[in-house]
């Protein structure tokens, strides 16, 4: 490869990059009210189960004889600081919610080897959190769907309102 072709294609990457970095901004969702309180629910769950108490709050390396959890674990984060976070309206974006928590289960899997009864316990509320974040997201993309349909049946019957206005009374009246 030639100094010009690995110039280009460095070039290609880092717009290849840009673009992708455009479309996660694009793809970030507001955390509104809704959000909040579905997040604080699913949040709810992971802190109230049996083993949910090992992730309530940060880490303590003396308490769980683990010294060199600092050393391993850069990012530490905690179901308890979420909770923080969340009440504090900290989180712009519901993805940041997603990604802390997410940080959390991650975190006691990179520290603890695989048949470790943290790291297990950790995969388990995991898959909670998972299996209730994908409900969350299929009931906004349910309500985005059906907004989307209400504003294209508005937009059809201010352009052509009396077949619109005879078709709505037909399916709602009879």
Known sequence: MTDIE???SFKRRAEDTECQKEKKQKMR???DLKASRQCSTILNVLSSHKHGWLF???VDPILFQIPDYFDIITH??????IKYKLESNSYS???????????TFCNSMIYY?????????????????EGNWEEFERSLKCEQD???????????LSNNPPQRLARVRTVFCH
């Open 6 to 8: 690995a110039v280009a």
């Open 29 to 31: 969702r507001t955390m």
């Open 56 to 58: 309530n709050q940060p």
């Open 76 to 81: 530490p984060m905690d179901l308890g600081t």
């Open 93 to 103: 974006f519901m993805e940041d919610f997603v990604a802390d928590v997410r940080l």
């Open 113 to 129: 080897p695989r048949g470790d009864e943290v790291y297990k316990i950790a995969m388990e509320l995991s898959q909670i959190f």
């Open 146 to 156: 059906f907004e989307k349909s209400m504003n294209q049946e508005n937009d059809t």
